[in-house]
């Protein structure tokens, strides 16, 4: 293209763009992706052995304490893979994990206590260098990458992030608009390696059904190359059937799909459980030291064999008292 | 009933007070949830709450503790999700944002990504989660803040989430949609709001008991201040029955 018709680049972010954008190998995979109609059921430790490697680059949703995919986390601790580069818009998933010390790079949006403010783990990763490259974003940002590698383009444009230092230290690049002039940002499409997602209910081939707010399950799911589902229930596809408007993440999109109760334990899930608020706290404090940090994941952690133990650990009687 | 009230009701008094009738408000975790809810009681039923991860139009009947949380869904108008937010609030439907940070300039620029250099942080904040969007994207925002020297400052460490960046017409020449910006900043100490021309934060009213001097004192860069500064009411016994028989029943913020 001639110079004259090409669009300067009149700002670049100083953050490096930690996982490249390749849009035809995502479209291949997308067409090599099964579309039978078989069975995907299995645990979370299958899940994690079959689809997760060392420096994978992942994702989580929804955010805070809620619909957090807390089962497959924990498994993902349990593993021994490590050495993951992150989107990081996630709370207590992303708090575990960088506890454990299994994340290398952050693509960072938020990641801390909400109303309980800074988070001890975040601290100790980042301010010690064990994260070794911290990119930042804004949350629309972040879901607007994965919208641009829904839609399958390199990049979508936003009027977000103009003007500050976030903008300066992420990998955005600024153009004027070929249309108006104006000045937008340029946010890289973000395609995951594999995302993990909580749902109330999915069938057997892993089309999914959230109820209330569904954050940014419907981006994320289509922005990965393999996607694990958690769900609250498994139901007959004939209840999918009977219902399509309310499958938000179809079957084609998923790779696995785990049967987990309580999945977002010691957070909330709309219309199954209330937040643990007792051992959140518990937690609260534990996060607050390396020391304590480490007792918490050897008891609720690693010390356990998988979710099931979890919840025996926890007891019917707790939990019957947090069911909605 | 007892009318003696705590720093936290008159901040969230204050912000209630700012809001209007039929608009929309980006809200936040925090303050800015009781502040919303006490507005809609007292003198604006028609402002509709939004929450960042999709809740449109709830009834704030329990206190929601996260932006996610199920509350801010409750009996609500509509659930979607952070796009479709997002996206309203990037096409000029959000009027009101609510923002918060650990430090902030006179031009109304916030931190809340790290203390000292970002590359090797002295402190690692929580980043800016949805604040940037807000700050780029509503028409004005509100920012609550603890006012001291530590926090309002000459120069910040990180911008966060955009003010005026450095005067008049930065943010139009940056990119940012026009007519957009800090609108109010409400402390312990004030309210303050942001002069036409230089867009420096000025003092427009004491809280009960605060003089202009403490103000200056506690503030880190050159302040000015209005013409006649007025004193904020305290809050009054309706605003209190309000806040605590309605807004927050179980005293999360007594």
Known sequence: ?324 | MNTEYNPSELLICLASRIMEDGTTAFIGTGIPMLAASLAQQMHAPNLITVFEFGGTGAILEKLPLAVGDTRTFNKALHASGICDIMEAAQRGFIEYGFLGGAQIDAYGNLNSTAIGDVLKPNVRLPGSGGANDVGSCCWRTIAIMKHDKRRFMEKIDFITTPGFIDGSGAREAAGLPPNTGPYRVVTNLGVFDFEEKSKRMRLISLNPGVTVEEVKDNTGFEILIADNVEYNDPPSEEELKILREKVDPDGLYR
């Open chain 1, 1 to 324: 293209m001639e110079n004259s018709k090409s669009i300067p680049i009149l700002y670049e972010g100083e953050g490096s763009l930690i996982q490249p954008i390749d849009l035809n190998a995502f479209r291949e995979l997308n067409r090599k992706k099964n579309k039978k109609l078989e069975s995907k059921l299995m645990t979370e430790e299958e899940a994690v052995d079959r689809f997760l490697k060392d420096g994978d680059y992942i994702g989580f949703e929804l955010y805070g304490t809620v619909r957090a995919p807390m089962s497959l986390t924990r498994a993902i601790i349990r593993s021994g893979k490590t050495d993951f580069r992150l989107a990081g818009q996630g709370v207590h998933e992303v708090d575990l994990l960088l506890g454990a010390n299994l994340i290398r790079e952050i693509d960072f949006t938020y990641i801390g206590l909400e109303v309980f403010g800074v988070s001890g783990n975040v601290r100790r990763r980042v301010e010690s260098g064990d994260v070794s490259n911290v990119v930042e974003w804004s949350n629309a940002s972040l879901t607007w990458r994965f919208k641009a590698a829904s839609m399958g383009i390199p990049f979508i444009a936003t009027k977000c992030m103009l003007g500050s230092d976030t903008l300066r230290r992420s990998a955005a690049k600024v153009i004027e608009c070929p249309f108006t002039g104006e000045k937008l940002a340029l946010l890289p499409a973000l395609i995951l390696d594999v995302g993990f997602i909580h749902v109330n209910r999915a069938d057997k081939y892993g089309n999914c059904q959230i109820d209330g707010i569904s954050g940014f399950a419907f981006e994320m799911s289509r922005a990965c190359k393999k996607l694990i589902i958690s769900a609250e229930e498994i139901i007959d596809t004939d209840d999918i059937r009977k219902a399509p408007d309310r499958t938000i993440i179809p079957y084609y999109l998923v790779d696995g799909v785990v049967h987990a109760p309580f999945a977002s334990w010691p957070g909330e899930m709309s219309n199954a459980h209330e937040k643990d608020v007792d051992h959140y706290n518990m937690y609260l404090e534990k996060q607050k030291t390396e020391v304590g940090m480490n007792e918490y994941l050897k008891e609720w952690v690693y010390d356990l064999p998988n979710h099931q133990a979890l919840l025996d650990k926890i007891g019917t009687t707790k939990l019957k008292s947090l069911r909605i």
